[in-house]
């Protein structure tokens, strides 16, 4: 009995260890090998695409680092997704924030268009008098003696001695001494020195003195001040000859610049505030009291009359002033106002980036929209947007940047293309996509013409050329800037306008074409030895910046260089535009003059010490290098 119990106990205990042994050998081992399938798996499912963050046209299948400027590269989120519109660019919210984008849902409004209008003060012309000799003489004395004296009604302002007053008062003494028998020869003695603006006072006086005066004064006619002195002391002067032009400043015109787009925008009545250059801070109100009928033929401007009360006097003729008009459309309906900023336009086509409500990611879409007039800083849309939508209102740029480089709709490239999938590490060249649109190029040439008219007739010339995408004119500098696709001849800008009869640059316009010009656009014509001696090169550069204050230094630091013509620095498109004689400098030298007044350019960081000692509003966004 004792035997069999011991022999139990150990066939037991050497199958509990056989089973021991069992579960850690295989089942343990069945186990893992299942895991390391499902992961295995899972590793082997879609590839990830890596990119660069600022140079997101860079695609490869494996990290790494960037070939441009050598940051690792990171994995790019990707674009499935069943309810984006594959037309769509997304964006995250980091995104949006870095890009500084803002949206705004689309509403109707009543469209009011503000004119903002120029001009002077000018005297009213029914104020203005000339005080003439009432008979002949010479000038004894000369009491008013120079421009801008004020002078009262009744106020001595000469003496004349006259002979024919002499011989006129003598003539009074004689018919008084036979006024009992021939009276009417006293009364036709006094009436005669009364025609010749005597007082009563003064006929009485010389009757009382009895003697004939050699001298009599010059009494003023009106008040108001002396704005042309036309007489010297000694002068002879003849009777009705005009001595002074005396001007009442009590009420005054302001006398506003119209152009002929905005004619039809203002009517008699209109409302108009306006501010002087003399009194910062303060503003006034009027209204047109009267719109001149006859456009001038050379400025192309006509002008708008407000008729002002002045009597403290504070406006002076020749101050210049600034004015603003709030008109409504004609249309008396609401209509959808959006933002200058929202709308970006090649000068054929404008379009805004709509944001998708489609999905819950942050995307958007390229719409083609129709503008209507512009409203000051807004534009009104005739076609391509319906109230409620949210359009990008700031950042669209950075928007449009975006979908070229992901080869989806943008302002250049309408139909998408392609982007760059990695990088070239054998020199072999990229394939190309032949309907991708290439980025148009920027040029800037001298081009004479006077007038509004010169401005049509120049840009439409310049649009006749195929590959112009846009064109715009500058009076005042005589310059068309001009952006157009890769493969366009600049020479054949340059012929189109004159064709049609303005000098450029580089082309001269036929005489016969030019002498047929209306006579407001006959120009002062180009001379080309003076040209060829002082050619310019054009240049339009990169600046940050922030503020009018931004725009001065840059200007400023610009102009410092020597061979630098002009300089205008477009706070809006961040650009400064660049005239200058490529024989004394360069864009590069230019830039670095800029850089150092403490604003970056495309080329040239401004140095931290420079830039963070600049006043608060000059703090701008610094570029990315």
């Known amino acids: 009995m004792k035997v069999n119990r011991k022999h139990i106990i150990i066939l037991v205990a050497t199958l509990a260890m056989g089973i021991l042994l069992g579960w850690l050998f295989f089942g343990g081992s069945k186990s ?3 895991n390391d399938q499902h992961d295995h798996t899972s590793e082997i499912g879609a590839e990830t695409t890596y990119t660069c963050s600022m140079h997101p046209q860079i695609r490869q299948n ?5 070939p441009i400027c050598g940051m690792d590269l990171i994995p790019l989120e990707s674009d499935d997704n069943d309810d984006l519109d594959p037309m769509a660019i997304r964006m995250s919210k980091t995104a949006m924030q870095l890009a500084s984008v803002s949206t705004e849902i689309v509403g109707k409004t009543m469209p009011v268009k503000t004119l903002r209008l120029n001009g002077k003060v000018q005297p009213d012309e029914r104020q203005i008098s000339t005080q003439s000799a009432h008979f002949s003489g010479r000038i004894e004395k000369l009491l008013v003696k120079f421009t801008g004296q004020f002078v009262s009604k009744g106020q001595v302002i000469a003496h004349i001695y006259s002979p024919e007053l002499v011989t006129a008062q003598e003539e009074l003494l004689e018919a008084l001494e036979s006024k009992e028998t021939q009276p009417q020869l006293l009364d036709a003695a006094k009436e005669k020195l009364k025609k010749w603006k005597l007082s009563e006072n003064q006929i009485e006086q010389i009757i009382q003195s009895g003697i004939a005066q050699d001298e009599f004064p010059l009494i003023a006619d009106i008040s108001g001040y002396i704005t042309d002195r036309k007489v010297n002391l000694g002068d002879y002067v003849r009777k009705g000859q005009s001595l002074y032009e005396i001007t009442d400043l009590s009420r005054v015109w302001i006398l506003l610049d119209v152009y002929e787009s905005d004619i039809n925008w203002i009517t008699k009545g209109s409302k108009v505030n306006y501010t002087v250059q003399s009194y910062p ?23 708008a009359r407000l008729e002002v009360s002045n009597k403290d006097y504070k406006l002076k003729p020749e101050m210049f002033v600034s004015a603003n008009i709030e008109v409504n459309l004609p249309s008396s309906s609401n209509a959808i106002v959006v933002p200058k900023s929202a709308v970006m336009w090649t000068g054929k086509r404008s379009v805004v980036y709509v944001k998708s409500t489609s999905s819950e990611q942050v995307s958007f879409v390229m719409r083609k929209v129709t503008l209507g007039p512009a409203l000051g800083n807004s534009y009104v849309i005739e076609e391509g947007l319906e109230e409620g939508e949210e359009i990008a209102v700031n950042g669209t740029f950075s928007i449009d ?3 070229q480089l992901a080869g989806k709709p943008s302002m250049m490239s309408p139909e998408g293309g392609a982007v760059m999938t990695g990088h070239d590490h054998g020199g072999s060249k990229m394939e190309e996509n032949p309907t991708q649109e290439v980025p148009a190029k920027h040029l800037s040439i001298k081009v004479a013409g006077s007038c509004g008219m010169c401005k049509d007739r120049i840009e439409k010339a310049a649009l006749s050329v195929s590959g112009v995408t ?18 366009v001849q600049t020479d054949d800008i340059h012929k189109a306008i004159a064709g049609v009869g303005h000098d450029t640059e580089k082309v001269k316009a036929p005489d016969n074409v030019y002498d047929k010009l209306p006579e407001c656009c006959l120009y002062e014509r180009f001379d080309y030895k003076q040209v060829e001696k002082t050619k310019m090169e054009h240049a339009m550069v990169k600046v940050a910046g922030s503020c009018g204050m931004c725009k001065d230094r840059i200007e400023k630091a610009a102009l410092s260089v020597d061979g630098v013509i002009s300089a205008n620095w477009d706070e809006e498109s961040q650009v400064v535009h660049l005239d200058f004689n490529p024989q004394k400098t360069n864009s590069d030298e230019i830039q670095k003059a800029i850089a150092k007044a ?26 990315a290098y």
Do not use: M
């Open 32 to 34: 893992d090998s299942g």
């Open 62 to 66: 494996e990290p790494g680092d960037c």
């Open 281 to 303: 801070g303060e503003s006034f109100n009027g209204s047109i009291s009267f719109i001149d009928p006859i456009v001038d033929p050379k400025s192309r401007v006509s002008k």
């Open 401 to 403: 940047a975006a979908a």
């Open 470 to 487: 846009s064109a715009n004119w500058d009076e005042k500098s005589q310059t068309l800037h001009l952006d157009y696709n890769q493969g």
């Open 598 to 623: 403490g604003h970056d350019t495309e080329k040239y960081k401004a140095p931290d010490s420079v830039y963070n000692k600049l006043p608060e509003c000059c703090l701008y966004k610094r570029l």
